[in-house]
Each structure stands twice: as structure tokens, then as C-alpha cells.
């Protein structure tokens, strides 16, 4: 599995955004479900205005739980849940 460029990319932002101290965590809506998310986003300033760019969302409940690793064994998969465990 290949990590695309534009997320090698916004990940070295969020990294910079977070040695800087520019790093926020806001509480925000998700425009489909209308549930509240708690959004990492980086901090800039546009003509003295703050400006926030979301990067992504924490988990809700068990992160182990919403996420499937890739798989140690195939290069080109993802550990699979076992049998019984929501996909």
C-alpha cells in the first residue's frame, strides 16, 4: 500500500502546524449527520483573521474499534475483523 502524496502532504503540514503551536481541537457539526465531531485542524492567519483547517476528526468511542490495520502478512490488505465483529 502506497500513501498518496496529497495526504504525505497534509500530514507534514499538521505536523509543522503542531511544532509551531498552531494546532487546534474545535468542536464542530458533521455536515451530513449533524453530530458533533472534535476536528484537529491547523491554525493560520489571513489578513489578521484566524483561519482553521480541518484535518480529520477524533474517533468516537474505541478507536480500535473503527479502524482495520493493514495486515503485516500481505503488503495489499487489511487485517480483517474476526468472525462475529462488524466489518
Known amino acids: 500500500m502506497s500513501i498518496p502524496s496529497h495526504a504525505r502532504s497534509n500530514f507534514q503540514t499538521l505536523l509543522r502546524a503542531a511544532t509551531d503551536g498552531n494546532l487546534a481541537l474545535m468542536e464542530c457539526l458533521d455536515a451530513v449527520t449533524g453530530s458533533p465531531r472534535y476536528v484537529l485542524c491547523a491554525v493560520g492567519r489571513d489578513n489578521g483573521d484566524y483561519v482553521f483547517t480541518p484535518f480529520g ?8 474499534d473503527a479502524y482495520l490495520p493493514p495486515d503485516p502478512d500481505d503488503p495489499e490488505g487489511f ?7 462488524a466489518p
Open 57 to 64: 476528526h477524533l474517533a468516537d468511542g474505541n478507536p480500535y
Open 79 to 85: 487485517v480483517q475483523p474476526e468472525t462475529g465483529e
